[in-house]
């Protein structure tokens, strides 16, 4: 190994300083709202901006663009797998699948770089985990909901996952962004999929 390499090696592995982390949490914050704004046209200098530091101290974070996009889809990755989790909780598994969808559509009502197209290209390994356990939690979600007779027999995660990326991909092509429009969609995937 050369000293060059080590040095990299030892740089990684070190704990990052408080100030280092709170940087990467304000980029990160910054970017989804960039994104979400302006799509994934935004560059590093709007988002750098944005967050209210340099250009530099996001690339010393994100080593590029496909690293940010890919921390940003892993957050909102993360809050989805959470609310699906909650969901598993409640009595009443069909009301509680709607209510996910719903919510999930109500929130890509004012977002422009939604989940499913955020980072459909980006294939890194954390970005990977994060799919793994969304879907894993959906996944669950529609076991429980069929379970209990509240969704069709046949009902998939694959089935959920491509109506629900249709409707978005059309919505945001018209540049929808009412929500109410959105929680429509939301209740037509559900009821498309219920017993």
Do not use: C
Not at 92 to 118: C, I, K, T
């Amino acid at each position: 190994m050369s000293p060059a390499t080590a040095s990299a090696s030892a740089t990684r592995s070190r704990p990052r300083r408080a100030d280092a982390l709170r940087n990467r949490e304000r980029v990160i914050e910054a970017a989804a709202e960039v994104f979400a704004a302006k799509g994934l046209d935004a560059g590093i200098p709007e988002i750098a901006a944005v967050a209210g530091v340099g250009k530099a101290t996001v690339y010393r974070s994100f080593p590029s663009k496909e690293h940010l996009v890919a921390a940003v889809a892993v957050e909102r990755l993360a809050w989805m797998t959470g609310r699906v989790t909650r969901a598993l909780t409640e009595p009443d598994a069909g009301e509680a699948f709607e209510a996910v969808l719903v919510e999930l559509a109500e929130r890509q009502a004012d977002d422009g770089a939604v989940v499913g197209s955020l980072a459909a290209d980006i294939h890194l390994p954390e970005l990977e985990a994060a799919r793994a356990a969304t879907q894993a939690s959906f996944e669950a979600l529609i076991d429980r909901a069929r379970a209990t007779g509240a969704l069709r027999p046949d009902a998939t995660a694959d089935d959920l996952r491509v109506l629900f990326t249709g409707v978005s991909q059309v919505l945001r092509a018209d540049g929808e962004r009412d929500p109410a429009t959105w929680r429509r969609y939301g209740r037509l995937v559900a009821d498309a999929l219920r017993a």
